[in-house]
Every structure is written in structure tokens, then in C-alpha cells.
């Protein structure tokens, strides 16, 4: 099994982030937590992060609607939807739609490691500058980062 040191993270090629973490929970209390809005709700998006779902299909097809409130009073409006998911190790999703400014594909990974889950977020944007746009911007490496740790923290519960 690849040992986690050896993963590539943040900014990988030219429309690639890969962001890793060792979570303390099996990993079938992993998938779980990325199966319904209501788990969702306690720990998705970077700190001070909330966020409002308006519709949750975990499905091949179906579709996550979702708002995320940041902390300076701003609103993101986002939309996933699954395209595979293979449980409890694998889930396939495009992040975004029509008219949306970045459009990505993502997929997550959950390794089984026995009492602990290395979970990884792989997403590939359809070119570099969206990428780049929401490294800047948005500060998608560390919200990635801060949001898989906010995770571990939930799964500690």
C-alpha cells in the first residue's frame, strides 16, 4: 500500500489539486459521512464554513445542492453531481454546471488502513487557469486541507 508521505499534494501538472489526510475512523464511518446532507453539515468547507443544502440525491446521477456560507457573511452557491460511486472506496463527481465560472471533476478516495481512512480529494479542472483561479482565489488548497481535518474532527465524536 503506497505510504501517504510518498502522495503528491496541492497544485499537481497544470489543472490538478490532490489533497490528502489520514482520518482517525474506518472506513465505512468514512463513506457515511459523505452520504447524507445531515453528516455533510458538521464538517464540509474550510473552517468557519457552514453550509445550507437545498437537495441531496447520493446516487449514480443524482445531485448535491448546496450553499456554503462563508465567514465574512459572503454565500457560494454549488451543485455536484455524482457520476460513480463505488462503495465504500470510491466517489466520482462533476462539481459545477452550466453558466458555473470553474467546472471540475472530482474524485475521492477513501483507503482502508484498518482503525483509520486515508481520504483523498483529487480534482482535475478543465483547464489551468480555472485551476489557478481557485488555488488564488478561493484558496482551494488549504480549504481542502482545512475541511478533510474538519472531517477527522467530526469522525472523533
Known amino acids: 500500500m503506497e505510504n501517504a508521505s510518498k502522495i503528491q499534494e496541492g497544485a499537481v501538472g497544470d489543472r490538478e489539486i490532490i489533497v490528502t489526510r489520514i482520518v482517525h475512523a474506518p472506513r465505512e464511518r468514512v463513506w457515511k459521512a459523505f452520504a447524507t446532507a445531515e453528516a455533510l453539515a458538521h464538517w464540509w468547507g474550510p473552517n468557519g464554513f457552514t453550509i445550507t443544502t437545498s437537495a441531496f440525491e447520493f446516487r449514480e446521477g443524482?445531485?448535491?445542492v448546496f450553499v456554503m456560507h462563508g465567514p465574512d457573511g459572503r454565500d457560494y452557491p454549488n451543485r455536484i453531481r455524482f457520476m460513480r460511486l463505488v462503495k465504500p472506496s470510491r466517489?466520482?463527481?462533476?462539481h459545477g454546471g452550466d453558466g458555473d465560472r470553474v467546472v471540475f471533476d472530482a474524485v475521492i478516495t477513501l483507503d482502508d488502513l484498518g482503525d483509520t481512512t486515508?481520504?483523498?480529494l483529487h480534482s482535475t479542472f478543465r483547464i489551468a487557469s480555472e485551476r489557478d483561479l481557485v488555488v488564488k482565489e478561493?484558496?482551494?488548497?488549504?480549504g481542502g486541507?482545512?475541511?478533510l481535518a474538519r472531517l477527522d474532527e467530526y469522525l472523533k465524536q
Open 62 to 64: 443524482g445531485e448535491w
Open 91 to 94: 466517489m466520482e463527481h462533476e
Open 118 to 120: 486515508r481520504v483523498t
Open 138 to 142: 478561493y484558496g482551494a488548497i488549504e
Open 145 to 147: 486541507k482545512q475541511t
